[in-house]
Nanobody, 120 residues
Framework: QVQLVESGGGSVQAGGSLRLSCAAS?????MGWFRQAPGKEREGLAR???????MYADSVRDRFTISRDNAKFTLYLQMNSLKPEDTAIYYC?????????????????WGQGTQVTVSS
């Protein structure tokens, strides 16, 4: 079982930036970021494979950047040009298998989430 711990959430004004981190207890082939706003489904934002191949949701492409440090078992999400609609709980997810999509069922390991609030 891989443990995931997110950090870096907080409150920011629209147009600002935040950087989320996710510390994993071991290496995993695939890691990703999801978010869930009140009353909405959990949404896949970005995923990265072990060798660096990335995929983004249209809603965050060109504003968010996913990266990972395999030596530290750490995943990052750089979020720029934040909007009020980005307000949500952000979750780190991972899986030992090769991942292709941003669908929740591809990821077996989940963090507890970190709150991001963007004010207008």
């Amino acid at each position: 079982q891989v443990q995931l711990v997110e950090s870096g959430g907080g409150s920011v004004q629209a147009g600002g930036s935040l950087r989320l981190s996710c510390a994993a207890s071991a290496y995993t082939a695939c890691m990703g970021w999801f978010r869930q706003a009140p009353g909405k489904e959990r949404e896949g934002l970005a995923r990265i494979r072990g060798y660096g191949n990335t995929m983004y949701a249209d809603s965050v492409r060109d504003r968010f950047t996913i990266s990972r440090d395999n030596a530290k078992f750490t995943l990052y999400l750089q979020m720029n040009s934040l909007k009020p609609e980005d307000t949500a709980i952000y979750y780190c997810a991972a899986d030992d298998r090769f991942c292709s999509t941003l669908e929740r069922q591809e990821y077996n390991y989940w963090g507890q989430g970190t709150q991001v609030t963007v004010s207008s």
